[in-house]
């Protein structure tokens, strides 16, 4: 029922910055909470970051805080991702996700819409 469209992602030397976006469709998007997840080969999809109503509130993982930012613009049904100081270990594809209630959640099976995700490639 709602799609959610991820870009933004590519090549980057260790150092450098992104931004990834993530258009939503939905006319509920502004209660949604929506978040970031990412996942390395090899590795369980884990956590980035999230951003609730009116982005009243955000949370992020320790491995990110301070580096990446994640914002939303709900009049273009939008979140961002800015990531900024990347590093080797921030190499993944990165997947947007919605949840339909307020709540914060950080559990990844918590979340009922997903993107097909978009490669993020950091390079040393």
């Known amino acids: 029922q709602v799609q959610l469209v991820e870009s933004g992602g590519g090549l980057v030397q260790a150092g450098g910055s992104l931004r990834l976006s993530c258009a939503a469709s939905g006319r509920t998007f502004s209660t949604y909470t929506m978040a970031w997840f990412r996942q390395a080969p090899g590795k369980e999809r884990e956590f980035v970051a999230a951003?609730?109503?009116?982005?009243?509130?955000?949370s992020y993982a320790d491995s990110v805080k301070g580096r990446f930012t994640i914002s939303r613009d709900d009049t273009k049904n939008t979140i961002y991702l800015q990531m900024n100081y990347l590093n080797p270990e921030d190499t993944a594809a990165y997947y947007c996700?919605?949840?339909?209630?307020?709540?914060?959640?950080?559990?990844?099976?918590?979340?009922?819409?997903w993107g097909q995700g978009t490669q993020v490639t950091v390079s040393s």
């Open positions: 996700a919605a949840r339909t209630r307020i709540q914060m959640v950080t559990t990844k099976d918590e979340y009922d819409y």
């Open positions: 951003v609730t109503w009116r982005g009243l509130s955000t």
